[in-house]
């Protein structure tokens, strides 16, 4: 678990540095609504390098301290203090944990998930707790549906309502994030959402390119656009130079920076609201680099 670190130093009188890598969804198909409100779903997931960063202390008491360098995220919605709850139960130990948010929120990118799985897995070192990784996993569905793929940390085939992984080839394709200042909540989303008509699951493939390329949208795109017309704006506005897609149920477009015509123009012209991100997909989570 030593990959997840800035440096090898067990010095508890010192923050240790851990990193938390954002995704993107390459599509995202909808196949049914669970009668506990979740839905069933198929997605291919990619570990992009774009990291939040979790820095983690002992403390001398048996307090769990969680700060974070912005405002926007509350108690209530705090997956990383949730996840230090979960795994130190019961453990009479404290920690610090300070959060540097580099992955937008509500951007679809998977930033809370990540943050909740990389304190799991690394509260698991720091106090040398020993769980397994499909005991993490478990503490992570209870935190959220996607916390669980960050934990197994490759790419994945996705289904169930985010909890069934199998192993997915994808290259290392360097792509573009465009990023508005708009935060979309993932159940706000999913609420509106409404099946048409029964849709024909996709079959499991081990490689992103044995998907139809007109199979590889998201079925949430036009709820999306429809709710945020600004980001319906940026979307036309990007189609004059590639094929945006939309990443999961956030705000976040993407493209692959090899398909995207006059990347120097978008920049040129772009709205001052939006931020440009160029990034590279991973095939794994820094936390198995090292294993």
Not at 43 to 49: G, H, R, T, V
Not at 82 to 103: S, T
Not at 152 to 170: C, D, F, M, Q, R
Request: include cysteine.
């Amino acid at each position: 678990m030593d990959g997840l670190t800035k440096n090898n130093s067990k010095d508890s009188s010192s923050f240790q540095r851990f990193f938390a890598p954002a995704k993107i969804n390459l599509f995202l198909k909808i196949l049914s609504k669970r009668t506990d409100g979740y839905h069933c779903l198929q997605s291919a997931f990619q570990l992009i390098d774009l990291y939040d960063e979790i820095h983690l202390k002992k403390r001398e008491d048996n307090k769990i301290i969680v700060k974070y360098n912005v405002k926007s995220i509350k108690r209530e919605n705090d997956l990383c203090l949730k996840a230090a709850n979960l795994i130190l139960n019961d453990c009479n130990v404290g920690v610090d944990i300070m959060v540097k948010k580099n992955i937008p929120i509500g951007g679809g990118l998977g930033g809370g998930s990540s943050d909740a799985a990389t304190t799991l897995i690394a509260l698991n070192e720091l106090f040398n707790l020993n769980y397994e990784k499909k005991k993490l996993m478990s503490f992570g569905l209870a935190l959220g549906a996607d916390v669980p793929f960050f934990i197994n940390g490759i790419n994945a085939w996705v289904e169930g309502i985010g909890e069934k992984l199998s192993p997915i080839s994808i290259g290392d394709n360097e792509y573009l994030l465009f990023i508005p200042n708009i935060s979309i909540s993932t159940q706000s989303i999913f609420k509106d959402f409404k099946l048409t008509k029964k849709p024909i699951p996709l079959k499991i493939a081990t490689s992103i390119n044995d998907v139809a390329q007109d199979q590889l949208h998201n079925d949430l795109h036009d709820n999306i656009l429809e709710k945020y017309p600004k980001l319906g704006e940026l979307f036309n506005w990007l189609k004059k130079y590639g094929e945006p897609k939309i990443t999961g149920t956030g705000s976040t477009l993407f493209m692959k920076s090899n398909n995207v015509k006059d990347i120097k123009e978008i920049y040129k012209k772009k709205s001052r609201d939006i931020k440009i991100i160029r990034v590279r997909g991973l095939s794994v989570h820094p936390h198995l680099l090292t294993d």
